[in-house]
């Protein structure tokens, strides 16, 4: 077990380019890390790795094994459970991230049930607006919604994300409640950019198959999707936003649904992993969970 250990240190420290980081992440140190890879260079007969004093790159040889040491991790991952049947047969740690209101809504208020049904895994889970990499920070798998970039990472559809629009009660007081697209020209839309300085957009809305926008004031911007929902509950405009994350504050009636023939198109969600060919059982069985957790707010 030595040399599958040696394995995994390798395939840290080759992900985040650091010895030091890697240490971090396998609460180990840095010097036993370091010892390690230098076992593996000289079992192997040659050199994985560049070091320099700024950073850590992977040789020609060192990339060549280090894809064929994900598989077999992963390989060695399926050995240890493939006898195994029932709660005892997931074990092991996932690494995961997903947007934060998902997180903190739908899937951590469940995930005490999916533990109880396995209880030898253990997490490390991380909810944040921004994205992540997966391969450099180990992730074993991470949930996106909106349009996906060529990441070379391999996507496993959803659904797509219902949106509607929202509004307070007391900023609907003060306002009136818009009926029409006409409405709103004396109405306030708060807007979320995932970048400050980015040029925010106006009131989507579908209209013959096309998504369309509407230019409207506004008095704020932001780059949390917490601040979004909480400027929104103090009444400083109108959002639109997934379902799954407005759940809760309109069950409360923190906020109400305004419009719904005109809310903002769907958004794809999927569920990313790295591209390897035998994928743990774990993250499989845990893909699977996730995507019938979130699926009372999917259109499939």
């Not at 280090?66 to 074990?91: I, N, P, T, W």
């Not at 970039?149 to 797509?160: E, F, I, K, N, T």
Request: aromatic share 6%; proline share 6%.
């Amino acid at each position: 077990m030595k040399t599958i250990e040696g394995l995994q240190i390798f395939v840290r420290v080759a992900e985040l380019s650091s010895f030091t980081q890697a240490a971090e992440q396998l609460a180990l140190p840095k010097a036993r890390v370091s010892t390690a890879v230098q076992q593996l260079e000289g079992q192997l007969g040659t050199r994985l790795l560049h070091r320099t004093t700024r950073k850590v790159q992977l040789t020609q040889d060192g990339q060549a094994f280090y894809e064929r040491c994900k598989d077999l991790l992963a390989d060695v991952d399926e050995l240890q459970g493939m006898f195994q049947h029932g709660v005892q047969s997931l074990r092991g740690r996932l690494r995961v991230d997903m947007p934060t209101l998902i997180a903190r809504d739908q899937i951590i208020p469940r995930l005490p049930e999916f533990l109880a049904a396995h209880p030898h895994l253990s997490f490390e889970f991380s909810s944040t607006d921004r994205r992540v990499d997966v391969v450099r920070e180990g992730f074993d798998c991470v949930l996106r919604v909106g349009p996906l970039a060529d990441s070379g990472l391999v996507a496993r559809p959803v659904g797509q994300l219902r949106q509607i629009n929202g509004a307070s009660p007391g900023y609907l007081a003060q306002h009136g409640t818009p009926q029409t697209l006409d409405d709103l020209a004396s109405h306030r839309l708060i807007h979320y950019v995932p970048t400050l300085g980015a040029k925010p957009g106006g009131w989507e809305y579908v209209q013959e198959g096309r998504v369309r926008s509407l230019a409207m004031a506004s008095v704020l911007t932001v780059n949390s999707t917490e601040a979004y929902q909480s400027a929104c509950v103090a009444g400083l405009g109108l959002i639109q936003a997934p379902a799954a994350g407005l759940a809760s504050l309109l069950a409360r009636g923190l906020l109400v649904e305004v419009m719904p023939q005109h809310r903002a198109p769907s958004l794809p969600v999927s569920l990313l992993y790295a591209n390897r060919r035998n994928l743990p059982q774990r993250v499989q069985v845990f893909m699977a969970w996730v995507a019938e957790t979130l699926a009372p707010y999917l259109d499939h």
